[in-house]
């Protein structure tokens, strides 16, 4: 008497040996052409052309502001909040985000209100080695997050890609000093510590 498990081992495999040589045996498909259309072009916000940035100064809507710029020596030197040598690893990565503003999508007819543009949340001025000067306003985030709407410098709506956005923001609040700034009294000098009884 053949086991019940052995029954269904058969059955399985018999299955299986009709899958493969259904597999095997059907009509291949003729060899067709791929065509692959070129995606859109990326595209950034500030051209190649114009060099790379000799000033950076972000502004909140609430009047944060931070500014860092090259000097005569081209170091870089925080000018706002306060006048100070700037950490030059920050101040040039900040640099280089500029150039890696990429265009996501434009965003034609839009409510400026709703984007956040009306009033702008920040605004982005930039001083490049060419002499050029841009001024950006930029917006809210998308509901995605995946970008910030911006007022490009057309006067266009674009939506531009958050990663560059966010660590230029990050400024704001972490401005790029090289050394800790020592708080100073009323007077400007540093306050004087009492000794405790």
Same mark, same amino acid.
Do not use: C, H
């Given at each position: 008497?053949?086991?019940r498990?052995?029954?269904?081992?058969?059955?399985?495999l018999?299955?299986?040996a009709?899958?493969y040589?259904y597999?095997?045996?059907? =009509?291949?498909?003729?060899?067709?052409?791929?065509?692959?259309?070129?995606?859109?072009?990326?595209?950034?916000?500030?051209?190649?052309?114009?060099?790379?940035p000799?000033?950076?100064?972000?502004?909140s809507?609430?009047?944060?502001?931070?500014?860092?710029?090259?000097?005569?020596?081209n170091?870089?030197?925080?000018?706002?909040?306060?006048?100070?040598?700037?950490?030059?690893?920050?101040?040039?990565?900040?640099?280089?985000?500029i150039?890696?503003?990429?265009?996501l999508?434009?965003?034609?007819?839009?409510?400026?209100?709703?984007?956040?543009? =009306?009033v702008p949340?920040?605004?982005?001025?930039?001083?490049f080695?060419s002499?050029?000067e841009?001024?950006?306003?930029?917006?809210?985030?998308?509901?995605?997050?995946?970008?910030?709407?911006?007022?490009?410098?057309?006067?266009?709506?674009?939506?531009?890609?958050?990663?560059?956005?966010?660590?230029?923001?990050?400024?704001?609040?972490?401005?790029?000093?090289?050394?800790t700034?020592?708080p100073?009294?009323?007077?400007?000098?540093p306050?004087?510590?009492?000794?405790?009884?």
């Amino acid at each position: 008497m053949i086991r019940r498990s052995t029954i269904v081992y058969l059955v399985l495999l018999l299955v299986l040996a009709g899958v493969y040589y259904y597999v095997n045996q059907r =009509e291949k498909p003729a060899d067709i052409e791929l065509t692959v259309e070129p995606g859109s072009e990326v595209s950034y916000l500030f051209t190649a052309e114009e060099g790379p940035p000799s000033s950076i100064r972000i502004e909140s809507k609430s009047g944060k502001t931070v500014e860092v710029a090259r000097d005569a020596d081209n170091a870089w030197v925080l000018t706002q909040p306060i006048e100070a040598k700037a950490d030059p690893g920050a101040a040039e990565a900040a640099a280089s985000q500029i150039s890696t503003m990429r265009i996501l999508d434009s965003v034609p007819d839009v409510d400026l209100k709703i984007v956040g543009l =009306e009033v702008p949340e920040y605004v982005l001025t930039l001083k490049f080695t060419s002499g050029a000067e841009r001024i950006v306003d930029i917006g809210v985030i998308t509901p995605t997050e995946s970008g910030y709407y911006l007022r490009d410098t057309k006067g266009g709506v674009v939506i531009v890609s958050s990663s560059a956005i966010d660590s230029l923001l990050g400024l704001l609040d972490n401005p790029p000093y090289l050394e800790t700034p020592i708080p100073t009294s009323e007077s400007g000098s540093p306050p004087s510590e009492t000794a405790t009884p």
